[in-house]
């Protein structure tokens, strides 16, 4: 059993930041990439940032320049720092894991207000 426990999401107005962290817990093997995901109300969800076990990122076009991805192999945890957040931001925000198959938080709320 994996599970997968989310934190930070919240309201925050236009220009403010929030931290989202996400810690995996139980029976994991390796790991391969940790990152986030994200579903707007009436769109698909998609990837925002996703880091490997060796420390590579992929960031989407949106994020990039404005959200920065880390994780703790050690700790299992992976962060996402989202500064400057627009409106267009707002979504609920999942936690995915990567090992021979997908794992999935059950998503953490931001809102960002105008």
């Known amino acids: 059993q994996v599970q997968l426990v989310e934190s930070g999401g919240g309201l925050v107005q236009a220009g403010g930041s929030l931290r989202l962290s996400c810690v995996a817990s139980?029976?994991?093997?390796?790991?391969?990439?940790m990152g986030w995901y994200r579903q707007a109300p009436g769109k698909q969800r998609e990837l925002v940032a996703r880091?490997?076990?060796?420390?590579?990122?992929n960031y989407a076009d949106s994020a990039k320049g404005r959200f920065t991805i880390s994780r703790d192999n050690a700790k299992n945890t992976v962060n996402l720092q989202m500064n400057n957040l627009k409106p267009e931001d707002t979504a609920v925000y999942y936690c995915?894991?990567?090992?021979?198959?997908?794992?999935w938080g059950e998503g953490t709320l931001v809102t960002v207000s105008s």
């Open positions: 880091i490997s076990t060796i420390g590579t990122t």
């Open positions: 995915n894991i990567r090992t021979n198959r997908d794992y």
């Open positions: 139980g029976s994991i093997n390796s790991i391969n990439f």
